[in-house]
């Protein structure tokens, strides 16, 4: 009943969230008259920020922080001096922008917006998952159905966002548009305080952050420190048994064997009780471990981020490419173009069931892999598409930029069905349904539990590195891509522009994306982790377990 209010305040807070980011496109172009690549910039940078405040949390009063950067961005559609005078003109590039209040205003609601988000993304889950107990049977399928749930509501605040919300900004007024998100986050907050007294609290050990920090510490102090390359009885590590909140025990792996010495025991290292004299010199095993861990990741992490910055920088420019499109559906109905993104939704909810039930199967027929693929081979799968996404997407508007142009249409319209933009994003959603959710579940298993939440910041911080990729991508471009009386790719006019040539480049640096990601993604090796429960351990965290009794002078 506990996890029933965190759900309810994450489902709300996207609800908010994502109500905003899907249109906010065509609300930056429309109602703020900025061009295109100033407003991918703003989102891409704002997004950026979003995914990078995850690094530090706190729900409650980030959803106070969300609330107001909705209200916030709300009063900017309402009130008529906190944005740009309406215009008339059929190019609304042509009319006037805002001005120095007007923006700075609206950057103020984003802020608060990415303030908001980075404290309730990263801690819905593992508060969540805190309100189970995972050392009973019930507690662990308590959990499975907290993750369930999870996807199940966020995947049904993906749909209203980008299919109802969307609409009523679109065809009816951006003030409504924004007043249901904020109405809803709102909800989200008195929901989340009507749990106050029903939740589960764990008592928290100290930073994780710290524990890293002791240990690159610990290492640079007993760099000198000589230990034999393999383990011949004569070295003593500090060993304890670990804290009752950890579920997994690590052992001393074979990769990074420098780090080792950060567990060696030296002469003054244990006080009399046998506990470190000194955390900064002397950490345990674990410790050791849980940081090769982190060393091992950040390669592979690192090779996702310019995968996921294609479908940051198709988000926002084929929105541009859609307003350009034949939009009607019928004679009488127009998709909304911040609606599009549907069908790459659409395709990771037909997939994800296909590949449960359907590819697992048959691969793990082939392969002997319990899950059918690696966790690596599924990402690299996902970096493909990517590259094909992107590939597919710059012949798509190659064709839409030459009809568009054969028509002569004065406002750029083009007599193509934005249907045609079906492919890349469906392409998209398979990008997403293999990259991003196996690097998700490639964080969350390769941490120990206990680190889960640095797991899911990693997991953000990938998309905050995307975004502010793309944003420089798309200000380099903007700026050195013309010249000699040429317009740039990303001109105003996307007919005057390149734009295929820009998804090209994105393309081709997706290529040599795939082949880092290869190199990294063969070099490494998975972690080896045990449940406490293999383990018949004492469970005082002060007593060393020895390999010797001899201590390195």
């Known amino acids: 009943m506990e996890s029933f209010f965190i759900l309810g305040n994450e489902t709300l807070e996207r609800l908010g969230t994502i109500g905003l980011?899907?249109?906010?496109?065509?609300?930056?172009?429309?109602?703020?008259?900025?061009?295109?690549?100033?407003?991918?910039?703003v989102i891409n940078i704002w997004y950026g920020f979003t995914n990078l405040t995850p690094l530090v949390g706190a729900m409650a009063f980030a959803s106070f922080a969300t609330l107001l950067g909705l209200i916030?961005?709300?009063?900017?559609?309402?009130?008529?001096?906190?944005?740009?005078?309406?215009?008339?003109?059929?190019?609304?590039?042509?009319?006037?922008?805002?001005?120095?209040?007007?923006?700075?205003?609206?950057?103020?609601?984003?802020?608060?917006?990415?303030?908001?988000?980075?404290?309730?993304?990263?801690?819905?889950?593992p508060f969540g998952v805190d309100q189970f107990d995972q050392r009973t049977e019930e507690g662990v399928k308590g959990v499975a159905s907290f993750f369930n749930w999870y996807y199940m509501t966020f995947t049904l605040a993906l749909l209203i966002t980008k299919t109802v919300v969307v609409y009523i900004q679109d065809q009816f007024s951006w003030i409504i548009g924004f007043s249901i998100p904020t109405g809803l986050m709102a909800l989200a907050v008195v929901m989340f305080f009507a749990g106050m007294k029903r939740y589960i609290y764990v008592k928290p050990e100290g930073s994780k952050f710290s524990g890293i920090a002791q240990v690159v510490v610990a290492a640079r102090k007993k760099r000198k420190l000589k230990v034999p390359a393999e383990d011949d009885g004569t070295v003593?590590?500090?060993?304890?048994?670990?804290?009752?909140?950890?579920?997994?025990?690590?052992?001393?792996?074979?990769?990074?064997?420098?780090?080792d010495k950060v567990a060696v025991v030296s002469e003054g290292d244990l006080t009399p009780e046998g506990a470190p004299a000194d955390k900064w010199r002397l950490c345990s095993v674990q410790e050791v471990e849980e940081v090769k861990c982190l060393i091992r990741i950040v390669p592979v992490w690192s090779a996702g981020i310019i995968s996921l910055a294609a479908m940051t920088t198709e988000s926002t420019f084929t929105v541009s490419q859609a307003l350009k499109m034949d939009r009607h559906l019928g004679p009488n109905f127009e998709i909304p173009a911040g609606s599009l993104s549907v069908i790459s939704l659409l395709t990771i909810c037909v997939i994800l069931p296909?590949?449960?039930?359907?590819?697992?199967?048959?691969?793990?027929?082939i392969t002997g892999h319990k899950s059918g693929i690696t966790l690596l081979q599924r990402i690299g799968t996902g970096i493909v598409f990517a590259i094909f996404s992107t590939i597919v997407a710059g012949i798509v508007e190659r064709m839409r930029r030459r009809r568009s142009i054969s028509a002569g249409d004065p406002t750029g319209m083009t007599p193509m069905s934005v249907f045609w933009l079906s492919p890349q994003l469906i392409l998209m959603g398979l990008c997403e349904a293999f990259n991003a959710i196996g690097q998700l579940e490639f964080f969350n298993s390769q941490f120990p539990e206990h680190m889960r939440s640095i797991a899911n910041s990693l997991f953000f911080l990938s998309f905050a590195g995307s975004s502010y990729l793309s944003s420089v991508l798309v200000t380099i471009v903007h700026k050195f891509s013309g010249g000699h009386d040429r317009p740039d790719w990303l001109n105003k006019n996307l007919n005057a522009g390149k734009l295929d040539y820009f998804y090209y480049l994105i393309a081709v640096l997706g290529v040599f994306n795939l082949v880092y990601f290869w190199y990294c993604a063969r070099g490494y090796r998975y972690k080896v982790g045990l449940p406490i429960g293999d383990f018949e351990e004492d469970k005082r965290s002060d007593v060393v377990e020895m390999t010797s009794t001899k201590p390195i002078m």
């Open 354 to 365: 296909f590949y449960d039930r359907v590819f697992v199967p048959f691969m793990r027929r």
């Open 72 to 125: 916030t961005i709300t009063l900017t559609a309402w009130l008529p001096q906190l944005h740009p005078a309406s215009c008339n003109s059929k190019d609304p590039l042509s009319c006037a922008g805002p001005n120095k209040l007007q923006f700075g205003v609206l950057i103020l609601g984003l802020c608060f917006l990415s303030i908001g988000s980075g404290g309730i993304r990263p801690c819905s889950i």
């Open 21 to 41: 980011l899907a249109n906010f496109m065509v609300y930056l172009t429309k109602v703020f008259h900025l061009e295109q690549v100033d407003a991918a910039n």
């Open 236 to 259: 003593t590590y500090y060993d304890p048994s670990i804290k009752s909140s950890v579920l997994s025990k690590l052992h001393r792996s074979k990769q990074f064997r420098f780090l």
